[in-house]
């Protein structure tokens, strides 16, 4: 597992470099049998994905599927992309997000080729979760039928202990364009200033979604972009644009468009354009699968693993959005996307050890 670690960490998986992902993929495909394992390549819009499924599978259909992405974010300089060892973390770019656990996943479909009979578990790994995931598992799930009866997806890093995440936040972009009508800054009465009309409306959607109560389970709404192409402080401003960064929970609404429907209710006075759209996960804690898993890490890592609520939002959202179970797991580490990011390598073992096990039952 270190070694395919080491190996994959070289590959520069940027959104910048799709030639790297599709090579890093190619050696991937290259470490399993083709004589027990059927290797599907898939591109959408540049980006590439990879699935790995048992001979006389149904690979679009599987009960258990393993998720990961091979994507990074960009390095700050080259070193960085080969793995150091120190005093049992691995240092290099990916290593905790998530190239580590994707050498996991690698050596748990391994270990699964040497089992008697073949088990009905698949692998996808995605290259595009990084800028989003719409062309990855958002093209796996929405056009190629997607349809695992459990998901996995091994893109939950921590710090302290292992957690199970089972539920995320969904999440809407929205540009809110006002239009005013311009004037001279000493008779603004002659004048409609879009600027205030915007923010005008930016507070009646906060006030709508509620007032912020640091790390809890609630929806949120982020002013974090306001912009007109006033020059002078001496006019009244005729256009301005404000984005919106909406994080929600089930409580809001179900679904992105749920949100959007609303919100076109309450602010008629300004024009909306939806940006992004990420769907809300959220997996029934007395679900079997997810039981099983909870039951089984526990087993191994000898003390209560919780189930966790995330504020981001991974590759996992595609599955809740169709009701398909999924839940997020991964290994201990840090500084994620920054210098000297780390994985622990004894947490590798473990998941790896978590993931055969629950596998086997």
Request: net charge negative; charged share 30%; glycine share 8%.
């Amino acid at each position: 597992m270190r070694e395919i670690l080491e190996k994959l960490i070289l590959f520069k998986t940027t959104e910048d470099r799709p030639e790297e992902i599709k090579k890093g993929f190619e050696y991937i495909a290259s470490l399993f049998d083709t004589a027990k394992f059927d290797i599907q390549h898939f591109e959408k819009n540049g980006k590439h994905s990879l699935l790995v499924s048992f001979k006389g599978k149904d690979a679009l259909r599987p009960k258990v599927l393993l998720n990961g992405h091979f994507d990074v974010v960009p390095a700050e300089d080259e070193s960085q992309y080969q793995l150091r060892v120190e005093h049992g973390k691995a240092f290099g770019r990916g290593t905790h997000d998530m190239k580590g656990m994707v050498a996991v996943l690698i050596t748990v479909m391994q270990e699964l080729g040497k089992w008697p009979i073949a088990p009905d578990v698949a692998l996808l790994l995605n290259g595009d979760e990084e800028i989003g995931g719409e062309n990855g598992v958002g093209f796996m799930v929405k056009e190629m039928g997607l349809r695992p009866s459990f998901v996995l997806c091994g893109d939950g890093p921590y710090e302290n202990i292992l957690d199970i995440t089972v539920k995320e936040k969904g999440g809407l972009w929205l540009e809110l364009i006002a239009k005013g009508k311009a004037a001279h800054g000493a008779y603004l009465w002659e004048g409609e200033n879009a600027v205030e009309k915007v923010i005008g409306a930016v507070r009646k959607i906060q006030q709508y979604v509620g007032e912020v109560v640091p790390n809890a389970w609630k929806s949120t709404a982020n002013f974090g972009v306001i912009e007109t192409s006033n020059k002078t402080p001496n006019k009244v401003p005729s256009e301005a644009r404000a984005v919106l960064d909406i994080r929600f929970t089930e409580e809001l609404a179900r679904t992105p468009d749920e949100v959007l429907e609303k919100i076109n209710l309450l602010v008629p006075e300004v024009e909306i354009r939806v940006l992004t759209k990420m769907p809300l996960l959220f997996v029934e804690e007395q679900n079997p699968f997810l039981q099983q898993f909870k039951k089984t890490a526990e087993e191994v890592v000898a003390r209560e693993v919780p189930l966790v609520f995330s504020h981001g939002a991974t590759d996992a959202r595609y599955f809740g959005e169709i009701g398909i179970p999924a839940v997020v797991f991964g290994s201990k580490g840090g500084n994620m996307h920054a210098a000297r990011e780390w994985v622990d390598l004894e947490s590798l073992e473990k998941n790896r050890e978590i993931l055969l096990k629950f596998l086997d039952t």
